[in-house]
Structure formats: structure tokens, C-alpha cells
């Protein structure tokens, strides 16, 4: 979030987006860092309210998260290099409620982390399951 890097400008495959092809470029150089630290975690919780508590703790540590659950995925190296051929997207058209949940989590204060997922958890039914961690 917010670094600054610099690309040769040649596209190395492709994403779709809302029907939109984005083209992606491998990075040669990070020219500068930005201030927040990515932390992925897994939980479970039981709706989608839980994930607003969530979202109400983390803000109070100026630090924001994406549900990655359908979102990122592994794909072939043809496809990462390319544009993702139907089979690797019938994941992302599963619409079905699932309670394990992919977390990418932005803080400029990792350090408090941890207690705000402590709150979180003692708030609501949730639970961490995985903290890649700090």
C-alpha cells in the first residue's frame, strides 16, 4: 500500500476487473517504502458483522483491511504470465457463504495489532486461525 516502485513498462500478464483488463508489471526497483506493514491472517466468524467490528477496531490504529478470500488465488505460471484462461476463475463465481476468511491487513502500527485482534475476538464469535504475524 503506497510504495513507489519502478517497472520497465512491459506488461507480464494481465487481471480482469469489473470486465476490464489491467495489465501487471514485474518491478524492478522499490524507490521507496511506504509506511505500512501487510499482514495476511485467517479467521472465522460467523457474518459479515463481525468483519464491520473489525474493520471499527482497525480504524482506530489508522489500519484498513481487504477480504482476500475471493479475491487473491494461485494460478499457473501460463496464466500469471498471460491472461487467466475460465479455469482458473470458477473459484472466484462461488458465492456461497464461507466462514473462513483470507485477511490482508494494512497498519502503520503492527505492534497493536495483536490487542485489537484480542478485542475482536472477545467482542464478537470469531476467531483467528491463522496470524502470519509480526
Known amino acids: ?73 494461485t494460478i499457473c505460471k501460463q496464466c500469471s504470465e498471460g491472461k487467466p484462461h475460465e479455469q482458473h476463475d470458477h473459484d472466484l463465481k462461488n458465492n456461497q457463504w464461507q466462514p473462513e476468511r483470507f485477511l490482508g491487513i494494512a497498519t502503520k502500527q503492527p505492534e497493536l495489532l495483536n490487542d485489537k485482534l484480542h478485542q475482536w475476538q472477545n467482542k464478537t464469535i470469531s476467531e483467528v486461525l491463522d496470524f502470519g504475524g509480526l
Request: aromatic share 10%.
Open 1 to 73: 500500500m503506497n510504495d513507489i516502485v519502478l517497472h520497465d513498462g512491459a506488461a507480464n500478464g494481465y487481471r480482469k476487473f469489473n470486465n476490464q483488463d489491467f495489465p501487471v508489471f514485474d518491478v524492478l526497483q522499490l524507490m521507496k517504502k511506504s509506511g505500512y506493514k501487510t499482514i495476511a491472517i485467517k479467521v472465522k466468524i460467523s457474518n459479515d458483522k463481525d468483519l464491520d467490528i473489525l474493520k471499527e477496531l482497525l480504524s482506530k490504529i489508522n489500519s484498513k483491511f481487504e477480504d482476500w478470500t475471493s479475491t487473491v488465488r
